[in-house]
């Protein structure tokens, strides 16, 4: 049955080379997944209060002398928490309104020093004492490894992209071998005697053409898949291209150099409209890398998998990407993507799988550059599902009383259909479709 999705039970993909396609994109959107789990602790790690204090105490003592400490060392230590503390929310707060926050704590900061050190004249607070807080607040950032954790975590996330964009330049090589230039490929008489079969000398020819381009930048892996012969799909498709880029460029400047961007950047940095702060990462800021990751790997696997296996059965592992990604946290890439530009998006299992993310990115992005759930049903309303056999026009039909919010004419259709064996047990416990339905009670129909 189409709607399958318990993997022990769904359709098989006959075809390696799709199988590997399909691997490709949910190994990667595992580790994302991964990624963003350790990013949770990283926030646990950074809340601990005791991991905190000792942190604070650390960074004071390596910045006043101990006689200083001995005479104002409260004060000292209760300035530099409440400066750590406000800086983290202010990482929280929309960027157009953070350089006005930040300016804000900074006065706020001298106002505190004023209070603890009434008997200094303020030349001497403004030019010695604040300065030396500022830089305690710093160390306590540092200690307590916030951003230098993301950083890492950022440069693991990036990786595992390239490796997944080596996976599909190997897969698109495999399945349309193209002439290489084996000069340029650096392949020898001696590695072809290695591989000894000739699909190993496929194999090796593809490697080697997926690692001459991972060697560049992320713009020369895009530009291969609508470069000649491929013509795979073309940039002006790709809508989270730019926030990749972006990101892309803090792991560049993280990788090779001390987390700063310097003079060779600026032209990138004036392209992506980024600036000097954008390089010192958040749990948000990372969150949102994670997201646009997501969103460009889902782009360019279904634009690109569309032209390569659309006579061999396509649309089966569009579908079960579709609903693994609506199943976590990231379906924005579903719900932001033009199915129907697809050669299967017009498919009414694809559309509906659409309209499933556009309704949870809403409450996933609290509306953020998301379709209103209203707006979803309206487009819902007037669809008129069209399938290639009886069953599977049942299951549509269901499937619009679910999206349309009808739940008690959805639950009585849905009993029916399972009781006739037209709906199976593993559609109904793990298509996102049936969460808001009593899927207990349709089991409980006697077949």
């Excluded at 310097?262 to 994670?290: N, P």
């Excluded at 498919?347 to 953020?368: C, D, F, Y």
Aim: proline content about 3%; some cysteine.
């Amino acid at each position: 049955m189409y709607f399958m999705t318990d993997e022990t039970s769904a359709e098989p993909l006959f075809d390696p080379l799709l199988v590997r396609w399909e691997g490709a994109f949910t190994s990667f959107i595992s580790f994302v997944e991964e990624a963003s789990d350790m990013a949770q602790l990283v926030r646990q790690s950074v809340n601990n209060t005791r991991a905190l204090d000792e942190a604070v105490e650390k960074s004071v003592k390596a910045t006043f002398s101990v006689s200083f400490l001995g005479r104002f060392g409260d004060g000292i230590r209760s300035i530099v928490r409440h400066g750590f503390e406000s800086r983290k929310s202010i990482s929280s707060v929309p960027e157009l309104l953070r350089q006005e926050a930040s300016l804000s704590l900074d006065a706020e900061i001298e106002e505190m020093a004023a209070e603890f050190f009434f008997g200094l004249r303020p030349t001497s607070r403004r030019l010695f004492i604040v300065p030396k807080i500022k830089s305690a607040i710093q160390g306590v950032d540092r200690r307590v490894g916030g951003p230098r954790l993301y950083a890492g975590l950022l440069l693991q996330l990036d990786s595992a992209f390239e490796v997944f964009f080596g996976e599909l330049i190997t897969t698109s090589c495999l399945l349309h071998p193209i002439n290489y230039n084996l000069a340029s490929l650096g392949v020898t008489a001696q590695d072809i005697i290695r591989a000894e079969e000739s699909e190993g000398v496929s194999v090796l020819f593809a490697e080697r053409e997926a690692g001459s381009v991972l060697n560049r930048s992320i713009n020369d892996w895009l530009a291969w898949f609508e470069g000649a012969p491929r013509k795979l799909f073309n940039l002006a498709q790709l809508r989270a291209v730019d926030e990749v880029r972006r990101f892309h460029l803090v792991r560049n400047v993280l990788a090779h150099g001390d987390g700063k961007p310097q003079k060779r950047h600026e032209t990138q940095m004036t392209q992506l409209g980024m600036a000097d702060e954008d390089f010192l990462l958040t749990e948000e800021r990372f969150t949102r890398a994670c997201r646009s990751y997501v969103e460009l790997a889902y782009e360019v696997w279904a634009l690109a998998g569309d032209k390569l296996f659309r006579y061999q059965g396509f649309s089966s592992a569009l579908n079960f990407v579709q609903l693994r990604v609506i199943g976590g946290p990231y379906a924005s890439a579903v719900a932001k993507f033009e199915h129907l530009q697809l050669n299967c998006g017009s498919e009414g299992e694809v559309l509906v799988n659409g309209w499933i993310a556009q309704m949870r990115a809403w409450k996933q992005n609290s509306g953020e550059a998301m379709r209103r759930p209203a707006e979803v049903r309206e487009e819902v309303k007037v669809w008129q599902p069209d399938a290639d056999s009886p069953e599977r026009q049942s299951l549509l039909e269901l499937a619009k009383l679910i999206l349309l919010d009808d739940k008690k004419k959805a639950v009585r259709e849905a009993r029916r259909l399972y009781s006739e064996g037209v709906l199976d047990a593993a559609s109904l416990k793990n298509w996102p479709l049936f969460e808001e339905l009593d899927v207990d009670s349709v089991l409980a129909v006697e077949k």
